[in-house]
């Protein structure tokens, strides 16, 4: 895998900051999808529905037309496994639609397992 250009740790509550060379709509339809071996393990929505069991969000920062916020809860982090993960994007705005490259990440693993409550 190239580097990492995230990491998160299972059971933690990470907010990703993702920067795009793009302006992000309020009314443009973004889909976010994490995989791992090859299968995707959550997937994420903005303006349209997500397939999948995920409980975060994924929303377009207020103050940066450019910038999109996802906020994963310990639920999403623990249903991946320690190790490489990519995550990817795809956007339809006004213009068209665009998917961008996937981005090779790294998943930490938990000593503790489970949701803290």
Request: glycine share 8%; aromatic share 6%; charged share 25%.
């Amino acid at each position: 895998m190239d580097e990492a250009e995230f990491l998160f740790f299972r059971g933690s509550t990470p907010t990703l900051e993702l920067v795009l060379p793009l302006a992000v709509g309020v009314s443009d339809t973004v889909f976010l999808s994490f995989c791992q071996r090859d299968r995707v393990v959550l997937e994420y929505a903005m303006n349209g529905q997500a397939n999948g069991s995920a409980t975060g969000t994924l929303a377009r920062e207020e103050s940066q037309e450019n910038v999109l916020l996802l906020t994963m809860s310990q639920a999403d982090t623990l249903k991946f496994e320690a190790g490489d993960a990519e995550l990817q994007l795809r956007l339809k705005n006004d213009v068209g639609a665009d998917t961008f490259r996937p981005l090779p990440g790294r998943v930490g693993p938990a000593r503790k397992e489970g949701v803290i409550t």
